[in-house]
């Protein structure tokens, strides 16, 4: 702990190919805060967050969180997940069965000094106290989503890779999770990267958006600006933008706004 510098900064250039065609090339850098990552099935988002979290190994790259080079293909850097200090929080994670709720969240935590301060913090924001002494297999879907994320929330990342983690939950329980996950960055300033395709979501969340398309970054930037006036056809598409009609441009007025 006391270890954070304040605002963290991810720097990640990643080009990942399959043998199906599919290409991941990717070159951005992540301040502080939500980036969300909005994209087609298909368009490399979870590619790009395996990639980062040192479970893809890209095939050309380099991958910097602060002054901590993860990846680098150059000097044959590749750190083991573990050793990067990113969380990793998914749809429907899975729990370890046979622990309680407590251990669950204190896996993985070196120091047993402080446990139970730690698990009372993290339950109480996560409106799961109470729960402590109970296994997985008797939490509704939204608890257990939230005891996923409070075990990579007090392993303290430096980093926080979110894919679609919300996206079997009720309105509310999302709700009070994305509240939770908002105050703790206020403290921690770390990037985190949020994978949706739930156009509300992306919208509530996020002061960035990324649009992906085949591997690539093809539009960047506040969320209504991107989805209210899309410069794509495919991002019009995601937006839910239902009727896109053909049209030829016969003059434009950019001083009329027409
Ligand atoms: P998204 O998360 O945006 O839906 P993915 O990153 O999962 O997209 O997948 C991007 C593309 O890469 C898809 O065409 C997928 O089939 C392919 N792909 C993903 N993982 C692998 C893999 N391990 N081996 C081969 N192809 C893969
Ligand atoms: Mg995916």
């Known amino acids: 702990m006391g270890d954070l510098a304040l605002a963290m900064i991810l720097r990640a250039k990643v080009q990942k190919k399959f043998e199906s065609g599919f290409a991941l090339d990717v070159e951005k850098e992540f301040g502080p805060g939500f980036h969300v ?32 080079t993860l990846f680098d293909t150059l ?10 200090r990113v969380g990793y929080v998914l749809q429907g ?26 698990v009372e913090a993290i339950t109480r924001s996560m409106e799961i106290e109470g ?7 008797k ?31 009720d309105a509310n329980t999302k709700s009070t999770i994305i509240d939770v996950l908002l105050r703790w960055n206020e403290e921690r300033q770390v990037p985190i990267l949020y994978v949706t ?3 509300e979501e992306a919208y509530s969340l996020g002061e960035r958006l990324i649009v992906m398309e085949e591997g690539k970054i093809i539009a960047t930037g506040d969320p209504q600006q991107v989805l ?3 410069a794509r056809h495919s991002i019009a598409q995601l937006a839910g933008f239902e009727n896109l009609l053909e049209c030829e441009i016969m003059s434009e007025h950019p001083d009329q706004g027409t």
């Not at 729960?131 to 297999?137: I, N, S, Y």
């Open 37 to 68: 990552l909005f994209g087609a099935s298909g368009s490399g988002k979870t590619t790009l967050l395996d990639c980062v979290a040192g479970l893809t190994k890209p095939d050309n790259g380099r991958i910097v969180l602060e002054e901590r």
């Open 75 to 84: 000097t044959n850097v590749d750190e083991p997940t573990y050793r990067r």
């Open 93 to 118: 994670q899975a729990l370890f069965p046979h622990l309680t709720v407590r251990d669950n969240i204190c896996f993985g935590l070196g120091d047993k000094g402080d446990q139970d301060a730690i």
């Open 131 to 137: 729960l402590e002494d109970r296994r997985p297999a």
């Open 139 to 169: 939490l509704s879907a939204g608890q257990r989503q939230r005891v996923a994320l409070a075990r990579s929330l007090v392993a303290n990342p430096h980093l926080l890779l979110m894919d679609e983690p919300l996206a079997a939950l």
């Open 197 to 199: 395709h739930d156009r």
């Open 228 to 230: 209210t006036s899309p």
